[in-house]
């Protein structure tokens, strides 16, 4: 059993245990279980990330926030119906509420398809990302962090199928092939106390695993079970993991998605953050995995929020959330799907 104090506590795991001798795997597995449960996120090390590809990362976005607006701008968000690019802030909504922070989505790369009302409405967020010219060391750069968390994530996705006594392929269809995955570059500027605190809204994340990079500022806040928040301050070295709401969906609960936000800086600071969002193929339909009884009497069934309805396929869900935070880019684009999306968010669980 554990303990209310463990609840509020995030855990660090080493990874590299998990790829040793099969005691170490065994109690990594066993750890694993408990940050999932208990507290729905974890440290990170012994990951295997080089801290120079690190460093590299977190300088170069840094040199990005620098850039004049005007080269920011070059690529913002709304000039792409595939809700890439650059957002200025106050310009991305959780919950209808502004979040206070600048950032850059990056996700897979693939061209875009010919629109047709043939096919899915999904396939609108296939397409290119937007590159910034004034900083062109940004592409290889993020490319190879695409490859490398790619990887990361989705061996330690084969570690949460053993925690689910599964196969360790049981999650195989959802990184064969091409996996679906965002990256989130982002930048929260200090404000005075006095206003709005919202750096990002209390929210879950949408896919699979979010891995996630922390420069040095705080500001990252986990829900506890029991209620209240959770500081889950940067260290050196680490990522921080959390679930989504599809690793949620495919354990019928056994594992949640934890709910956090972040709070914004003290004036004249800022907080850097590089978010790496594991998700499936759009085209996936998400498995719900059949579990052992012993686990399947733990596990507590989906969060059933009419506000934010969950759909097996992937596609479906992750239009869904990008519709909803960035407004601006659904009105120029994708207009004539505001109104069915209206709807669906009242609609029962789908
Ligand atoms: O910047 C962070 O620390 C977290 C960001 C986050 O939760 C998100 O973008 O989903
Ligand atoms: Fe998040």
């Known amino acids: 059993m554990s303990s209310t104090a463990d609840k509020r506590t995030i855990p660090v795991l080493d990874f590299s245990r998990y790829e040793a001798d099969p005691v170490s795997r065994k109690e990594f597995i066993?750890?694993?279980?408990?940050?999932?449960?208990?507290?729905?996120?974890?440290?990170?090390?012994?990951h295997g990330i080089p801290q120079s590809l690190i460093d590299d990362v977190l300088h170069a976005s840094r040199r990005f926030f620098a850039l004049p607006d005007e080269d920011k701008l070059q690529i913002e968000m709304v000039n792409s119906p595939h809700f890439r690019g650059y957002n200025r802030v106050g310009q991305e909504l959780t919950k209808g509420e502004r979040d206070w922070r600048e950032q850059i989505d990056i996700g897979s790369e693939a061209p875009a398809l010919v629109r047709d009302g043939n096919l899915p409405a999904w396939t609108r967020l296939q397409g290119p990302n937007q590159w910034p010219s004034a900083l062109p060391e940004l592409k290889p750069l993020l490319l190879e962090w695409q490859d490398r968390l790619t990887d990361l994530s989705t061996r330690l996705l084969k570690a949460f199928a053993i925690v689910l006594e599964q196969d360790e392929n049981a999650f195989e269809t959802i990184y064969a092939g091409t996996p679906n995955h965002l990256i989130k570059i982002i930048r929260y500027p200090g404000r005075d106390s006095t206003e709005s605190e919202q750096g990002v809204g209390a929210h879950k994340d949408s896919g699979f695993l979010t891995l996630l990079l922390q420069e040095k500022q705080k500001g990252l806040q986990v829900e506890a079970a029991e209620g209240g928040w959770i500081d889950a301050e940067p260290r050196a070295g680490t990522f921080v993991v959390n679930i989504g709401e599809l690793l949620e969906m495919a354990t019928d609960g056994y594992l949640k998605a934890t709910v956090h936000r972040v709070v914004t800086p003290p004036a004249g600071t800022d907080r850097l953050s590089v978010a790496f969002f594991l998700g499936a193929p759009f085209d996936a339909e998400i498995p719900l995995l059949d579990l052992a009884p012993h686990l399947k009497a733990q596990a507590s069934g989906v969060t059933r929020d009419p506000q934010n309805p969950l759909y097996r396929n992937s596609g479906q869900n992750a239009l869904k959330s990008r519709l909803r935070s960035h407004p601006d880019v659904a009105r120029r684009h994708h207009a004539d799907l505001i109104a069915t999306?209206?709807?669906?968010?009242?609609a029962p669980f789908a």
């Not at 066993?30 to 012994?46: C, K, P």
């Open 30 to 46: 066993e750890g694993l279980r408990r940050a999932a449960r208990d507290v729905g996120f974890f440290y990170l090390t012994g």
């Open 341 to 346: 999306q209206a709807r669906a968010e009242v």
